[in-house]
């Protein structure tokens, strides 16, 4: 039972447009949320994150939003560059006597195109 | 300098055989852990140590035992390798435990069981 869902397997976009990628998550109890990006044979690395008490976060180019009551969150990455070509991950926590652990989505394959 | 590395790259091994991971960060964390990307390309968390204790082991096989020595390595031990045991394992650690600060990712070590 997946409590962290990225739908879409695949994106691709031209570059300079916008890319969209969304992630929902079933978990109430999550209240706070990130996004990895993931080159071939390299490990995830930290994008940008916000917490549930947010509804927007921005950093550069790339803006997630959170809609609580949808449970979804979204990563706009504007403009779109051909090096943003990646995987990216949805992850969650929430907070519990063991430490936040975090649940990751099966990520999305964004292709962007000169 | 590499933050997180991972060795080996890559390991082939037989069902039925032992072998060892290893993953040490020179980042000065304080909190390890352990991923398995399965083919679905899902990420998800098998151990976390803080401080070398043991704090989150997910319902994982007793074949898999993560040693931490110090604070800066994780190892992951498996015996009895099965098929199922295919699979990408990245290590990560962050500077205090679960998910409210960014993990930081070794490139993985693909497991491959013939």
């Known amino acids: 039972d997946q409590q962290v869902k990225q739908n879409s397997p695949s994106l691709s976009v031209q570059e300079g447009r916008i890319s969209i990628l969304n992630c929902d998550y079933t978990n109430s109890m999550f209240d706070y949320f990130l996004w990895y990006k993931k080159y071939p044979a390299e490990g995830p690395t930290f994008l940008i994150s916000i917490s549930s008490i947010k509804d927007k976060n921005e950093d550069g180019r790339f803006t997630v939003f959170l809609n609580k009551s949808a449970k979804h969150l979204s990563l706009h990455i504007v403009p779109s560059q051909p090096g943003d070509s990646a995987v990216y991950f949805c992850a969650a926590s929430v907070r519990n006597n063991a430490g936040n652990m975090l649940t990751f989505g099966g990520g999305t394959r964004l292709m962007v195109k000169p | 300098d590499t933050a997180v590395s991972q060795t080996p790259k890559y390991l082939v091994t037989q069902m039925g055989n032992d072998k060892s991971i290893k993953c040490e960060q020179n980042l000065g964390h304080d909190t390890m852990y352990w991923y398995k990307q399965d083919s679905k390309k899902f990420l998800k968390i098998m151990f976390s140590y803080n401080n070398k204790e043991l704090i989150i082991n997910e319902t994982v096989p007793n074949r898999f035992s993560p040693k931490s020595p110090d604070k800066a390595h994780l190892n992951l031990h498996i015996n009895s390798l099965e098929l199922g045991d295919s699979a990408v394992y990245f290590c990560?650690?962050?500077?205090?435990?679960?998910?409210?600060?960014?993990?930081?990712f070794g490139d993985g070590t693909r497991l491959s069981i013939l």
């Open positions: 990560a650690s962050s500077q205090v435990p679960g998910g409210r600060q960014p993990q930081h």
